[in-house]
T-cell receptor, first 115, second 117 residues
Framework: AQSVTQLGSHVSVSEGALVLLRCNYS??????LFWYVQYPNQGLQLLLK??????LVKGINGFEAEFKKSETSFHLTKPSAHMSDAAEYFC?????????????FGTGTLLAVQP | EAGVTQFPSHSVIEKGQTVTLRCDPI?????LYWYRRVMGKEIKFLLH????????ESGMPNNRFLAERTGGTYSTLKVQPAELEDSGVYFC???????????????FGEGSWLTVV
């Protein structure tokens, strides 16, 4: 992906509510797309990745994301938020086949979960 | 199995001083990456090692930054002299050999938080 845009730097949801974190990409070739999560005082952890197989990708902790080429989107969802989901989420893309597999990150979305 | 480890976790230095960040990748991982996140900005690629060779250093900001990976194991990133705008979080990441994405997840460390005052 040549660029990745995350809409909303801060998202707040109630516990049990739907989580929707938005990510759009721009790319001249089919990209590989990823969602990473950073919990407080921890490193980046891979949630899920899209590598041109199934368009609906399931990840860890109940998260999933759907690749929609027509909308150039890769939004992250979870049906029911838990308090433990509070973290910062990063969408990232990569153009496989270049000299290096470098990730292009969005600016991140901080998810707050209210009791 | 240990993950990617970085040292120090936090560092506060004065402008003009030197700081060296260290990264130990997951054992057996040939690919090692450095990324940086300046406050409020996105995480940006700095460079990529394959074993001890620099594969891509297109993201290095300027010649005050020097990365090495002696023997293809751990890596260091030195900033000399440090400037205020170098403050941020420096992430190291590693993955197995090859460029296939189907099995080669990129694993990140916890980051080294650098503050230049």
């Amino acid at each position: 992906a040549q660029s990745v845009t995350q809409l909303g730097s801060h998202v707040s949801v109630s516990e049990g509510a739907l989580v929707l974190l938005r990510c759009n990409y721009s790319s001249s070739v089919p990209p590989y797309l990823f969602w990473y999560v950073q919990y407080p005082n921890q490193g980046l952890q891979l949630l899920l990745k899209y590598t041109s197989a199934a368009t609906l990708v399931k990840g860890i902790n109940g998260f999933e994301a759907e690749f929609k080429k027509s909308e150039t989107s890769f939004h992250l969802t979870k049906p029911s938020a838990h308090m433990s989901d509070a973290a910062e989420y990063f969408c990232a893309g990569m153009n496989y086949g270049g000299a290096t597999n470098k990730l292009i990150f969005g600016t991140g979305t901080l998810l707050a979960v209210q009791p | 199995e240990a993950g990617v480890t970085q040292f120090p976790s936090h560092s506060v230095i004065e402008k003009g001083q030197t700081v060296t960040l260290r990264c130990d990748p997951i054992s057996g991982h040939d690919n090692l990456y450095w990324y940086r996140r300046v406050m409020g900005k996105e995480i940006k690629f700095l460079l990529h090692f394959v074993k001890e060779s620099k594969q891509d250093e297109s993201g290095m900001p300027n010649n005050r930054f020097l990365a090495e990976r002696t023997g293809g194991t751990y890596s260091t990133l030195k900033v000399q002299p440090a400037e205020l705008e170098d403050s941020g979080v420096y992430f190291c990441a590693s993955s197995q050999e090859g460029r296939s994405l189907s099995g080669n997840t990129i694993y990140f460390g916890e980051g080294s938080w650098l503050t230049v005052v």
